[in-house]
């Protein structure tokens, strides 16, 4: 079952200058920055609340982010994030409805140990979808 929007994502070239850029526009402050060795990124969140803006930064060339960096030099939204109860519940009923979760199962963790899943975009709108499971 989703749960609600937990963050939206956006990649960026330079996590310092955008971080440097959020601050002096809009006062906005982020937590500390982490790295996902599996994933190829350097990352952090900033905290509205009510839903979070989790920036990323490609920590290698090759991961996801980096490639998707190399299509959009200048970043912008990679893909938003919903809240669910049990992502292994929800790939599966997703699965049977017809729609693609991307990776084949393989189990995939944040940076905060939660377990994700991704679904392609042609199955969301357009839109790339993570799925995040709600360890509260």
Known sequence: ???????VSIVVPDLAKALEK???TYGLTAGPIKVNE???VRMTYIDLGNAKIELMEPSRPDSPVGKFLERNPKGGIHHFCLGV????????ELTAAGAQVLG???VQLNVHGERIAFVHPKDFLGALIE???NND
């Open 85 to 92: 109860d049990s992502v292994e519940q929800t790939t599966t």
């Open 131 to 133: 799925l995040e499971e």
């Open 1 to 7: 079952m989703i749960t609600g929007l937990s963050h």
């Open 22 to 24: 959020l601050r002096a």
């Open 38 to 40: 599996e994933q190829g």
């Open 104 to 106: 084949g199962g393989k």
